[in-house]
């Protein structure tokens, strides 16, 4: 069964520093994989997702990721972090057969001035 | 922001008392999808349909049932509300696609239930 890592409950970065927060998968096939982040209150949005083609995915927010097959992983990356970054991001992967996903179970990140 | 709608959006009852969650889509949209969301857990399916009257039980089913009469309501129902069943739970949608693919979910803003 499909299944997602993120090692990092929390996360604290400086403001303007660079930011990667991980995300493993555990799949047989070439997966379908989304990364969302959630603002405090607030519903899921996508920020970006993976299906085939370029392993480096542009999304939104200046947000992107990196999928490499050799590693099993999906990790999410911004080159400078701003203070409206504060949130939770959940790393998912899309199971095998069916319109469902499969949820990490969340990094909380925090922006220090 | 699609089109998606839960109510209430906090609600506070009794041990024991049956609890009805609704969401509300406006974009015709297929799947429909029920999560609970838990520290340290993050989002954990409940059932999801997909399509009228057709419906499956995700990981954590046990207690809640769910209904779809039409396509842009899903209901989910505590038949008897446990203090267990305090969380955060969120309706998600997302489109059928052409052949072998995926589409994102979206999700609605939340209910909040606490459960006494």
């Known amino acids: 069964a499909q299944s997602v890592t993120q090692p990092d409950i929390h996360i604290t970065v400086s403001e303007g520093a660079s930011l990667e927060l991980r995300c493993n998968y555990s799949?047989?096939?070439?997966?379908?994989l989304f990364w969302y982040v959630q603002s405090p209150g607030q519903g899921l949005q996508l920020l970006l997702k993976?299906?085939?083609?370029?392993?480096l995915v542009q999304g939104i927010k200046g947000f992107e990721a990196e999928f490499k097959r050799s590693q099993s992983s999906f990790n999410l990356r911004k080159p400078s972090v701003h203070w409206s970054d504060a949130a939770e991001y959940f790393c998912a992967v899309g199971v095998e057969g069916a319109q469902k996903l499969v949820f990490g179970q969340g990094t909380r990140l925090t922006i220090n001035p | 922001d699609a089109g998606i709608t839960q109510s209430p959006r906090h609600k506070v009852t009794e041990t024991g008392t049956p609890v009805t969650l609704r969401c509300h889509q406006t974009e015709n949209h297929r799947y429909m999808y029920w999560y609970r969301q838990d520290p340290g857990h993050g989002l954990r399916l409940i059932h999801y349909s997909y399509g009228v009257k057709d419906t499956d039980k995700g990981e954590v089913s046990d207690g809640y049932s769910v209904s779809r009469s039409k396509t842009e309501d899903f209901l989910l129902t505590l038949e008897s509300a446990t203090s267990s069943q305090t969380s955060v739970y969120f309706c998600a949608i997302s489109d059928r696609t052409g052949g072998r693919g995926y589409n994102e979910q979206f999700f609605g803003p939340g209910t909040r239930l606490t459960v006494l």
């Open positions: 799949y047989g096939a070439t997966p379908y």
């Open positions: 993976y299906f085939s083609g370029d392993t």
